[in-house]
Every structure is written in structure tokens, then in C-alpha cells.
Nanobody, 112 residues
Framework: QVQLVESGGGLVQPGGSLRLSCAAS???????MGWYRQAPGKEREWVAS??????SYTGSVKGRFTISTDVDKNILYLQMNSLKPDDTAVYYC????????WGRGTQVIVSS
């Protein structure tokens, strides 16, 4: 079964940037992929997705986050700029359809 491993999280001040990575154990070039997040005490929510050249974002991150893939390296990225405290969450990657079991995610904390 394909494995997805998230990395790149950390502690950052408001207004800062982070780039998250999701390494896949096989090619993801033909899959629609997404980033999701779960804040403390809240349900997991969809953040962004990519399918070929088409990307989409939840309203709260539009204009600040950019999802992309490196198909040669089988990596999904999420560039996060102008981070806000409300972006604090554990971030996960997964397929948009036929999702696999959720990984451990990567923790993002936005705080001064």
C-alpha cells in the first residue's frame, strides 16, 4: 500500500512562512491530492487540493497558501505564507478519493 509521510512543520511567528512536504512511496502524478488540517478541539478540514494543473483552496487560506507537486520526486508541497494563529493545526496529506489511512501529520504552530 502506498505510504504518505508529512514533514516540514514547526513553530513560526505570525506573518511567517513554512513549506510542508508529503513524500509518497510511489508516483502520485495521476492522483488528485490534498492537504488537510486538524486544529485542537476541531474536526479535520480540507485545506487545498491539486489535480494536474488545477488547484483549489479553502477560503481562509486562499492567496496565502500554494499547493504543488514534484512528480519526479513523488512529493506534494504546501507553501504557507502570511501565517496566522488560526493556521495552528496538525497538517495531513491524502488522496482526494480512495483515501488511505491518515498518517501522523506534521504540527504547525503559529505563535509569537
Amino acid at each position: 500500500q502506498v505510504q504518505l509521510v508529512e514533514s516540514g512543520g514547526g513553530l513560526v511567528q505570525p506573518g511567517g512562512s513554512l513549506r510542508l512536504s508529503c513524500a509518497a512511496s510511489r508516483s502520485i502524478s495521476t492522483n488528485a491530492m490534498g492537504w488537510y488540517r486538524q486544529a485542537p478541539g476541531k474536526e479535520r478540514e480540507w485545506v487545498a487540493s491539486i489535480s494536474g494543473d488545477f488547484t483549489s483552496y479553502t477560503g481562509s487560506v486562499k492567496g496565502r497558501f500554494t499547493i504543488s507537486t514534484d512528480v519526479d520526486k513523488n512529493i506534494l508541497y504546501l507553501q504557507m505564507n502570511s501565517l496566522k494563529p488560526d493556521d495552528t493545526a496538525v497538517y495531513y496529506c491524502n488522496f482526494i478519493t480512495n483515501q488511505i489511512s491518515w498518517g501522523r501529520g506534521t504540527q504547525v504552530i503559529v505563535s509569537s
